[in-house]
């Protein structure tokens, strides 16, 4: 059970991974968009990351303080990858504090999942 635990671990890191790689991607080329890659790393975070949240295969409490401060802050990158996806797709540009808000919090997002603890 333990094992599975952390294929769940490793799948919600990947997720993470594949967000802000594909932010990093944009950065990089200069083109400040949003892409159906970050949509899709954020979907795979938050699936396996609610699949943490439940108790299975622990033998220790859960710090639901932390679960809580993610939740929000995933809900968050959400909600601005699909304001971002609508202001692209009406103006053709994603406004620079939104698309640097989608890394900042995605980084603390991170941070918060290793560092927590």
Do not use: S
Request: aromatic fraction near 10%; avoid cysteine; charge should be positive.
């Amino acid at each position: 059970m333990e094992f599975l635990r952390h294929l769940v671990v490793l799948i919600h890191l990947i997720g993470f991974a594949i967000l802000f790689g594909a932010w990093v991607v944009e950065l990089v080329n200069r083109k400040r968009g949003i892409t159906r890659l970050m949509n899709w790393g954020l979907a795979i975070a938050g699936v396996a990351g609610l699949a943490l949240a439940a108790p299975w295969g622990i033998e220790y409490d859960l710090n639901y303080a932390k679960i809580g401060t993610k939740l929000v802050i995933l809900i968050v990158i959400g909600a601005l990858l699909g304001i971002g996806a609508g202001r692209q797709r009406k103006t053709g540009t994603v406004p620079a504090a939104i698309f640097w808000l989608i890394g900042i919090l995605t980084l603390t997002n991170a941070a918060i999942a290793v560092l927590w603890r």
